[in-house]
């Protein structure tokens, strides 16, 4: 059994998802001190935010983030297909079938705007 060190903080945020991550954020921003704890070892390394609402950008961009979260984030031409597949693989008669290829919310001829 290891040593048990304690810490006092204000507050405990549990989980560095985007939840954790924006509220210690804001937290630091308002001058609140807080203590962020993540069980693993880094951030998702699957993409779980293809797009961002506007009202979440307009609190990024108040806070100093905007600028950083879209210098990372993917470029357009990456985000401007989309299909609808029953599957991606198999030979049956219901598989591949494409249902729809909407335009998707980034597609590379739409003009781009910035929040
Ligand atoms: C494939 C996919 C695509 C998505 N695309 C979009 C999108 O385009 N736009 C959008 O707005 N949303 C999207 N989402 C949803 C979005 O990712 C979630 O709503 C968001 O991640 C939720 O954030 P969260 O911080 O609440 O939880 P999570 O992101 O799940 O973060 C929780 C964190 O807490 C950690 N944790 C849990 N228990 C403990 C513990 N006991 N101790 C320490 N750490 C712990 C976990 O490891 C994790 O890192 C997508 C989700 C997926 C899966």
């Not at 937290?27 to 070892?41: N, Q, T, V």
């Not at 729809?100 to 739409?110: G, M, V």
């Amino acid at each position: 059994m290891g040593e048990i060190r304690v810490v006092d903080v204000p507050i405990l945020i549990v989980g560095a998802g985007g939840s954790g991550l924006a509220a210690s954020n804001f937290l630091a921003d308002l001058g609140i001190e807080s203590l962020l704890i993540e069980r693993h070892a880094s951030t998702s390394i699957l993409p779980k935010a293809h797009g961002i609402n506007q009202r979440t950008m307009e609190i990024f961009r108040h806070h100093g983030l905007a600028d950083r979260v879209y210098a990372e984030s993917a470029p357009r031409e990456n985000m401007g297909k989309c299909i609808w597949l029953t599957s991606l693989g198999g030979n049956g008669p219901m598989d591949r079938k494409c249902s729809s290829r909407p335009t998707s919310w980034a597609a590379a001829d739409r003009p781009h705007s910035k929040i």
